[in-house]
């Protein structure tokens, strides 16, 4: 649904070693019941939304598989604000860890 309040690009920034074609990243809005996938901005090489309403609540939740098999979740809240970047660091969980929490959300 569109929401009647000013937008702004609202990015996540990973380490490296998470990227693409290893990672996914969504913005999940509290109270609102809905969820939105990053885009990846191959320029900065962020997970990028463009259209974030300002002043929302929100989730930000990024699902990793490295080539190795291991797998890493990044789980954070924080508020929308004008142009952001969010610096997260994936820690690293097991694959139950990681169904269980994918669930709960």
């Given at each position: 649904r569109f929401v009647n309040e000013p937008t702004t690009s609202f990015c996540v920034d990973l380490p490296p070693n998470f990227n693409s074609e290893n990672t996914v990243a969504y913005i999940v809005?509290?109270?609102n019941r809905s969820v939105a996938a990053l885009e990846i901005d191959l320029a900065d090489q962020k997970f990028c939304y463009d259209n974030a309403p300002v002043g929302f609540q929100v989730?930000?939740?990024?699902?990793s598989?490295?080539?190795?098999?291991?797998?890493w979740l990044g789980n954070q809240e924080t508020e929308i604000g004008t142009n952001a970047t969010v610096t997260m660091a994936p820690q690293q969980v097991g694959e139950?860890?990681?169904?269980?929490?994918l669930k709960s959300l």
């Open positions: 809005f509290k109270n989730r930000l939740v990024t699902v598989k490295t080539a190795d098999g291991q797998y139950q860890q990681m169904l269980d929490f």
